[in-house]
Each structure stands twice: as C-alpha cells, then as structure tokens.
C-alpha cells in the first residue's frame, strides 16, 4: 500500500524516466537470453542492455549487426521496443486503459502531457488516441509501399516481415535494419541508394516521424480550420530549410568523392544526397558509407544530427524549435529589440531561456561524453565527437566506432542515449526534489557582455 502511495506521488517526469528504465531492462533481459540469438548462445548482458536501450530510445546504434546477431524473436522483441519508445510507454499503457474503458485520471493526463511535450492537459486524451491511429494509418501505407519493393526480391514471406520491421523502424527514426543476414552486416540500406521506392518511403517515413505529431494532426486537420499554430509554423520552416541546405552541401562537399558521390549517376547522387540530409534528423539509415564521407561533411552531418527533430516526435536532437528561438533571440537582439518575435507572434521569454538551457546542457553532455571516448576508446576527435552526438541525439549513424566500443564505452553512450531521448530537462527535474518559483529578488546589477 506505502509503494503503491508512494509511485503516486511520483512527478510525471520521474514516471517516465522510471519507466524508460524498466523497459529497457525488461527489453535487455529478452535479449541476452539464448532463445534470442540465431546462435542459440547467450549474448553478453552490456550488448543486450546496449541494444535495448538504443531501441527504446529509437536510435539505431548497434554493438551487434541486428540482421545476423537475432533470430525472429530477438528481432521481433527489438521491432516491439522500438514501436514502445517511439511512441512511449505512457502512451500504450493509457491506450489499453482506454480500450478497456477506464477513466484517464488527471494523473495520467499530466503523465502524457509531459511525454506528448504539450503545453496543458487539455485534450490530451483525444492526442492520444489521434496519435495511435496516426501511427498504424502512416506505417500500414509505409508497410505496403515497403512490400511491392521486397516481396519481389525477398519473396511473400520476408518480404512481408522486412517491410513491416524497416517501416516501424523507419516511422519512430530508431534506424534499426536486418539486411546484414542478406547483404552482410552494418550495410544500412546501402543496397538501395538507386533505389525510388526506397529512398523516398523511407524518407518520408522518417520526416513524418521527426516533424512530430502536433504538427501531423493539425495538417490533417488544415481543410477544416485553415490555420497553424506558431510551433508548426517554425517546425515546418525550419524543415523546410534545412532538408535542402543538407541536401546541398553534401552534394557539393561529396561530389567528387570516390568512397560515397563519386562514382555515382547524377540521378544517384540526387537520391544519396537527399537522403543523407534526412537522415541525420534522427533517422539513422544511411545509403552512403559515412566513415568514407569527406571531413567536413561529416562535421557537417555532426551539426544537423544535434538540431535533430521536432518536439513531440520520436526523435532525439535539441529540436528545430530551439535552434529556431535561439536564433530569433540572437536576431532580436542584433536589432535591438526587446521581444522575441516570429510569424507575427511574440515569443515568451521563458521560452528563450528554456532554449538556451536545452542547448546549454545538451552541448556540455556531448562535450563531456566525446571527451571520456577519446580517452577510453583512444579515438580521434571527430569520430568520438560522431559517435557521441548520434547517441545523445538518438540518430544512430556510425562512423564505424560503436561496434568496437570497450565496456566504458558502451555504458557512456547507454548513459548519453538514456539521457537524449527522455531530454536533460525531464531527466534534471526528475532528479530535483522540488520545482518552483523563488519568492524573493534581488537586487538589480549589470555585468558586462561581451
């Protein structure tokens, strides 16, 4: 009766990070059982817990290539943790309640408000439910686009299981595939760069996923009222930029370079080029070798992997709106200006400092992380810097390190996913004892800036 109180009496932001925790160890446990392998061995607990975690936290990196490592039920248990992280264990657990025609409390809607990133409970429940049959509407026309690709490869039976894997993959950005025990493994979708019906379903899937599903509903709702709010507006700008702007500058930076765009028909290139400007916003599959990639596009693809997504999606990242307020922020102040403004609209200013300190504690996070994998893992500055913000922002491109991380290793990017996904804002607050206004000021004094 006192743990059930005191499970209560939890803060929304301690139930997810709870919660997050245990299914990821339930999900490491099913993994590290022999039952799981295609070789009927025992997986070591640090991969499987490596694993799970990426799943549940939608991002794709791997210690062991998926394809050849897991069997079936290995394999499905990654495709259902992945369905749970993207969309969150708070929003399956209240769908069922929901089903069965229990009453949502105000504790569970403060519990999905935190998860969905929404402002006030208000409909939060019918968010729910819009998001769930959003979810199986986007992956069933994924799943069958998917299929009239594989079955004619892989025939009925895999091609079936391979599209329905590759779309849920694709949809919640987590990145994960199975083509190793085909085309041999860590090999991504390599094999489709050429690919139309490929590169585009899944691209799509991925920026569906990444846009995130306030902006989703009220663009499936833009017939009936004709209006967007301020957050889909940025959301949809910022995408709108930065999508052709990677597009661009790999293309340009990659052109000429043998191991990725070289060798390629400009039609090929196109499709690489476009491709590899989606997928560092936390989709993970890659069409291109990235560890072959030129120097600055992967310093390149370092920056669009740490904006990321959007809020309330299943990706990782400091967000598009953040990078968007902050840079309005600078603007307004190179103008002298004192409010933050934008589509007409003016910008709180808790909002400006809740941007800065995302970025703030994001920036520090990954610094320290790449500085502790270049010690542990003794690798150079770019690819620690890499591998460490593909984790903490869920993205899961590799430049090859992660398979051949030590244990320290491992357990830094287990810690820096864990992180990524649930935000250092909710993880900091959950660790705060109490949230609150002070009730006094100081005294006013000015230092000086700059």
Sequence with gaps: MNQSRSFRQLSPPRVLVIGFAVTILAGAVLLSLPISTESGTALPFIDALFMATSAVCVTGLAVVDPGTTFNRFGEMV???????????????????????????????????????????????VRLMVMVISMTLLIEAVGFVLLSSRFIP????????????????????????????????????????????????????????????????????DWNKTRMLSLHSKIVLTVTAILIPLGMLVILLMEWENPATLGSLPFGEKLYASG??????????????DVGGMNEATQFFTVMLMFVGASPGSMGGGI????????????????RGRKHVQAFRRQIPADLVYKALTVTVMAGALVILMTMLLTVTE??????????????????????GLTPLLSP?????????????????????Y?????????PFRYPEEKPLIG
């Design 275 to 288: 491709f590899h400007a989606i997928a560092p916003r936390s989709g993970g599959f890659s069409t291109l």
């Design 153 to 220: 490869e892989w025939g009925w039976k895999d091609g079936l299981y391979y599209a329905l894997f590759h779309t849920v993959s694709a949809f919640t950005n987590a990145g994960f595939d199975l083509f190793g025990e085909r085309q041999g493994p860590f090999v991504s979708l390599s094999h489709y760069a050429a690919d139309p019906v490929v590169n585009l379903t899944v691209g799509v899937l991925i920026i569906l996923g990444g846009i995130g599903f306030i902006v989703l509903l009220e663009l499936f």
């Design 319 to 334: 967000k598009t709106t953040t990078l968007a307020i902050i840079l309005l922020a600078v603007w307004t102040m190179l």
């Design 78 to 124: 990654i495709l259902f943790l992945i369905q749970i992280g993207g969309l969150g264990f708070m929003t399956f657990a209240t769908f069922f309640s929901y089903l069965i025609g229990k009453k949502i409390g105000f504790r569970e809607r403060l519990i999905l408000q935190e998860s969905f990133k929404k402002v006030d409970v208000q409909g939060v």
């Design 408 to 428: 320290l290793g491992k357990i830094i990017l287990i810690v820096g996913m864990f992180v990524g996904r649930l935000g250092p804002v909710t993880i900091a």
């Design 430 to 438: 959950a660790i705060a004892q109490k949230q609150g206004h002070q």
């Design 378 to 399: 003794h690798a150079d500055l770019l690819t620690a810097l890499f591998e460490t913000v593909s984790a903490f922002c869920t993205v899961g491109l590799s430049m």
